[in-house]
């Protein structure tokens, strides 16, 4: 069967707020496959209405809403699970996708005998490098969804080869159905703004500033950056300026946020520490444009979206010393080890000392650039579905 245009169907059961990194992978990749709208459509499947500003946020997509994608409906979410476990596909599924989409992507498991092909991602293997931050039972049904992916998925995707390594220590399979699939920030043409404009809009009269744009999650390791703060104020310097943004919540920890307010409080770096909550994507880029650089400290990463969005704005990042950071390899970049808060601080005052206030990228070049990279990226993802679809002979 030869089509025209071969539709794609993402579930996307989670609100903007809720996982903000999530939903901006999401934008980023649709309008990666956006460049390719000719061959791909896209449809969405949720179990809420999108507000008017998400929904702006999804270009050229068709959303369909049914209580089937509930979150908070466990027991049907049990029932499908063990329905593919036992029968190898849920018939429930394949009668609602039959006849609106392909294949289903980022979004699950389907069946080994399911009429529709799935292509679901694992995003990390925190549960590895950082088990202390699951309970027993988290451990063990993040190990079991690997597992049942490796069955009864067509492919997994993998946001590199560090990724790899780990599922395969999981499965223990010589043979996988993994694919690589490490997704370039799409930087469209965003509204440029003075760096005079957004200092003032936010309130801040620091020139000189780093940022660092992760929601304030325990593994995303933000203490580190604040003893770093805080060891150069004492030592070096007192200009030490650090913008951060995210959502502030961390539903596995939820005092975090608290300590890093009393630690801010206690040893009084309010001025060196501005915490902006969630904000705007385009104030975002907007800050990461205008900054000294990026820091990203996690302990742990998938693929981070924020050293993605620098490569592609061309700037300095200053990253925690783990796989995913290495395997991403930005040309401008300092590396320091997790807890190593000293080097952390030699590395920012050293970044200060260099850094030019005239110094700006090319705006226009940084555009074109990355649009190249957007659509050979998006080849590479349709090229995947497409061996997929033939495999099933539902394409010739």
Known sequence: MKKERINIGFIINFSYLSWIGGFNYFINFFNCLNLNKKKIKITIFTDHIFSKSEKKKFKNVKIIQNSLFSREQRLGRILSKLRIFFFKRDYILDSFFKDKIDLLSHS???????????????????????????????????????????????????????????????????????????????????????????????????????FLPNQFWLHKNHFVVLKAVK??????????CIISSGLTYDRRFPKHFENIKKYIHKNELFKHFIILNTIKFNDLLNLMYHSIALI????????????????????IIVLSKIPSHIEQNPKKSFFFNCDDHKKLAEILIKCMKN??????????????????????????????????????????
């Open 355 to 396: 850094h030019n206030l005239n110094e700006t990228n090319n705006y226009q070049r940084i555009i074109k650039n990355k649009k190249i990279k957007a659509l050979k990226f998006a080849n590479s993802y349709l090229n995947i579905v497409e061996k997929i679809l033939i495999k099933k002979k539902l394409l010739f």
């Open 231 to 240: 060891y150069a104020r004492d030592k070096y310097r007192k200009d030490l």
């Open 296 to 315: 990203n400290p996690s302990k742990s990463e998938g693929w981070s979206n924020t050293v993605e969005q620098g490569k592609s704005l061309e700037k």
């Open 108 to 210: 699950g498991y389907l069946g080994s005998r399911s009429a529709i092909p799935s292509l679901p991602i694992i995003w990390d293997f925190q549960e590895i490098h950082n088990p202390s931050l699951f309970s027993f039972k988290d451990r063990v049904l993040r190990k079991f969804n690997t597992f049942m992916c490796s069955v009864h998925a067509n492919k997994v995707i993998l946001p590199g080869f560090h990724s790899l390594r780990d599922y395969k220590k999981i499965i223990k399979k010589k043979n996988n159905n993994a694919v690589i699939l490490s997704q370039p920030a799409f930087i469209k043409k965003f509204n440029l703004i003075s760096k005079k404009f957004i200092l003032d809009k936010f309130k801040i009269y620091k020139n000189k500033f780093f």
